[in-house]
């Protein structure tokens, strides 16, 4: 199993710089992007819930991994791309309207399932084994969020950055 941990600031337009550590070594960088001002402006009206896209860079500074939020014609999902094999993933809601959204994972020879939880482990699962699991933990003195991740299977094609960006895009911020 591999832990990764990293704080948070409450603001969700934040564009800084949120290092990502297993075991204190930095390992990786999050960022949340906005391809140009005019949709950093425009996502203000909108609580910013609407513009949103998180890239995962490497130590070195080059982008491994993306999620952004797609919003057309009434629908809502998430296309996600590794940038290291050029795989794309969708993330959509299912049954939003029979009662409570399930969050699903597709890609090539990938279906994965997200068990979002509000105040507990949320878990990405395959085949119903937990594969993964992702914790915020607010902290109302400091005005953060602490949050954890925890990779409970090491063979995975999938690796921390593939989690970390969905998570934040999927699960901190959401629909």
């Not at 402006?41 to 952004?68: A, H, I, Q, S, W």
Request: with cysteine.
């Amino acid at each position: 199993m591999k832990t990764y941990s990293y704080e948070l600031t409450t603001q969700l337009n934040s564009t800084e710089d949120i290092h990502v550590f297993e075991e204190g070594k930095h390992v990786y960088t999050i960022n949340r992007v906005y391809d140009n001002g005019l949709k950093k402006l425009v996502d203000g009206y909108f609580d910013y819930r609407y513009f949103l896209k998180y890239v995962v860079k490497n130590t070195t500074g080059e982008p491994v991994f993306m999620c952004k939020k797609v919003q057309r014609k009434g629908r809502l999902w998430f296309e996600a791309t590794d940038y290291r094999t050029n795989e794309q993933y969708m993330i959509n809601y299912e049954n939003w309207r029979i009662g409570v959204p399930e969050l699903f994972i597709k890609g090539e020879g990938l279906d994965m399932k997200i068990d979002k939880e509000m105040e507990d482990w949320s878990n990405f699962l395959i085949e119903e084994t937990i594969v993964a699991r992702w914790l915020p933990v607010y902290n109302e003195e400091a005005q953060t969020f602490t949050i954890t991740l925890e990779q409970l299977q090491e063979n995975l094609k999938q690796d921390a950055a593939f989690f970390l960006a969905i998570a934040q895009a999927t699960l901190f911020i959401g629909a």
